[in-house]
């Protein structure tokens, strides 16, 4: 059984084998879900040529965490598929943003849902799939669209991801997943789009059989690798963020 | 600033905030469409929704009360209503491209007499900021705007035809701005109140397309 090889001592072996030009997907809204401790460790690691997809790239509040953008200043990064590349609001900057506006990363920016969704496909085994999101803006200049029922929707393509990294409250040896509230979000759509899922996991790992079945999230069978988060300042702990200034 | 005139932004979001009806499901913007929230509706109950898949949150938490793991999609860490429930982001957006949100509040830059916006995308830049405004201005069953009438220049928001790169086309049903209540109508916006202080003739001298009724 490989059950007790999901379990890894440290976040450094955890990605030890990401290679160079490996895409992606990192998990998290704001903090909750956000895997800290991996984003950490694959910036030590110095996987390059990368594509990284998640909701942002971060950085847009303090204290700052690990996050895409400090993947992209450390030079690891080819091209970010986000739903944002600048902050809502013109007057807040992203740390990614110069970097992107100066053309040394490639950006394709997308719809949350859309994202989402893509993400969905991928693990579902759905190639593409048609939306409402986006018909008659810039995004869909030169696109497929199509009319079903007198309404124009969007082609939009699965979003496959070789690794995902997840951040999940609860876990056991097989690998199941438990989220915590908003920790949700991306993570188990990314966990089912990727061939290779490492999470960081908030509480100890439960033996296998301890966690109720009706109860689990992600299904172990999508989980490779699992650490336990160890407590600050080893482990990182979300906090909350400092209110900006207006 | 100080030249600032007609409804606050506290008022601005309470005059659509009153639109609300019992049983409504609302999603609010970052920003402004936030203060939605604040506004005494008497006894209607909404159910607000965040695109991070909480469905049904409550007022933002002081510090040392949060739960760390639950934010709204302004990245606040809010407390959750009785009857509570949290989804994935492809059930979120399910609930939303499906039409089952009642209302979505937005921020936006420019507002069309023909029910266009522009909230993405700033003059001269090359990326922006889209988060889930295209899939809410495409699947809500309305989709109501707060801006400020103008821009710091003078120049008119609300326009015949957008100039910045749009979010959605024809979506938009109401429109609050310091000046008043505006509908889109197609060869201009209809006019259904105006601001204490603000005459038909100074909204109609700072708008960029013809103020009707």
Redesign the interface.
Known sequence: MGQESKLVASFAEAVADIPDGAVIAFGG????GTPYNLIKALLAQGARNLTCIA?TTGGA?QPRMPDIAMLVENGQVRKVIC????????TDVLPF?KF??AGEVE?E??????L??R??AAGAGIPAFY?????????AEGRETRVFNGREYLLEYALPVDYAFLRA?RADAAGNLQY??????????MAMAARTVIAEVEEEILPAGAMDPDQV?TPGIFVQRLVRIPPAPEGI?????QERAR | MSDRMGWSRQQMADRLAREFQDGWIVNLGVGIPTLCSNTDIGDRQVIYHAENGVIGYGPVLPEGQEDLHLVNAGGQNVSLNPGAAIVHHADSFAIIRSGRIDVTVMGAYEVSCTGDFANWKVAGAKGGGIGGAMDLAAGAKRVFIILEHTTRKGEPRLVRRCALPVTARGVVTLVATNYGLFEPAGEGFRLRELAPGITRDMAQAATGAPLIG
Do not use: D, I, K
């Open positions: 809204f704001a903090a909750p909701n509040h739903s944002f590349t600048a902050a809502t609001r013109p943003t992107y506006e950006a920016l997308v719809p949350q849902g859309t989402a969704e993400l969905r939306t409402p999101t986006a018909v008659g803006t810039e995004l409250h915590r509230l908003s920790q949700r979000n991306f993570n188990p759509l999230h702990w979300p906090v909350r963020r």
